[in-house]
């Protein structure tokens, strides 16, 4: 299962990266703050901070996915 799970946010990682949705220095500042909760002990706060960041990507990623398809299907053929 975590391997699968893994396998699925590289793949939105790399489109995440690639359509530029979520500039350099906000990711590295996310992980900084998932870093500092780690290192403090603190698995509900990192835990927490992770999932966030998992769904706010997620949401950016949709959003773009969504945009695209709407832009895509103004041009198309009636």
């Not at 998932?34 to 901070?49: C, F, K, T």
């Not at 769904?55 to 103004?74: C, I, P, Y």
Request: hydrophobic fraction near 45%.
């Amino acid at each position: 299962m975590h391997e699968s799970l893994m396998g699925e946010i590289e793949l939105c990682i790399g489109q995440v990266q690639a359509n530029a949705l979520w500039p350099p220095a906000d990711i590295a500042a996310q992980h900084a703050h998932i870093l500092e909760a780690v290192v403090a002990g603190d698995p509900a706060v990192a835990s927490r901070l992770v999932r966030e960041h998992i769904q706010t990507s997620r949401d950016r990623l949709l959003a773009h996915v969504d945009a695209a398809t709407l832009h895509h299907d103004r041009k198309a053929p009636q």
